[in-house]
């Protein structure tokens, strides 16, 4: 976690000293967040061959996005979240004559992410995507592995905002840190689009992950 203990430990100590002070002047909060995601896009133009015997083809291309997080916040539950955005720009099957112009759905909980070196994650589940226009719905089935490629880019911040006048005096110490990492990543396993295995190529692939801590002490 990028919110060492020294911090921690220096913003407790802080707070306990405030605290000792004058027991009612100040409230401390304390919000969390940590999260990743991968997310690709794709594009295929699939021969297929049609009911009648004749060659057919299926063309498709969107974006897919996996997420997690996990927020805590002093005197609230913690809330956490997991799933997949999947969005479908273009679709169509010459054999049915389906089309689909713009759609999107979801898959709950179908989100495997990445460990702290965004070594690898996965995107599974079944999506039914409807098109905004024609209420069109198809199926999407994917079952992928995104393994990260290449070096890690990392970025990190701090602020501090003092405020401190000793008892009865105004009290405002808000600490703030945020760290991100992101990697390039390559794509392998299988998109199924309305039931037709696409022969995909997947592009702009990025594994990431991100946390924020805030701790604020005010007077009351």
Known sequence: MFFRSAVVLSCAFAATSLVAQDAHAATIDK??????QISTTFASTTAITCADGSAG???ASGFLSGSDSVTKETGTPKTTSNGIF???????NSCTGAS???GDGGIADGYAPPNKKLASGGLEGVASVQDFSTGLSISVDVALVIEGTGPITSEKSHSRTKTVQSPGGPVTITI??????S???????TITVDGVALDA?????????NASTEITITKK
């Open 57 to 59: 083809s299926v063309s």
């Open 86 to 92: 999947v969005e479908i720009d273009t679709y169509s």
């Open 201 to 209: 190529q997947f592009s702009s692939t990025t594994l990431s992950s």
């Open 100 to 102: 689909l112009s713009f």
């Open 183 to 189: 990697r390039d990543g390559v794509v392998s396993g």
């Open 31 to 36: 919000e969390s967040f940590k999260g990743s």
């Open 176 to 181: 703030t840190r945020s760290a991100s990492s």
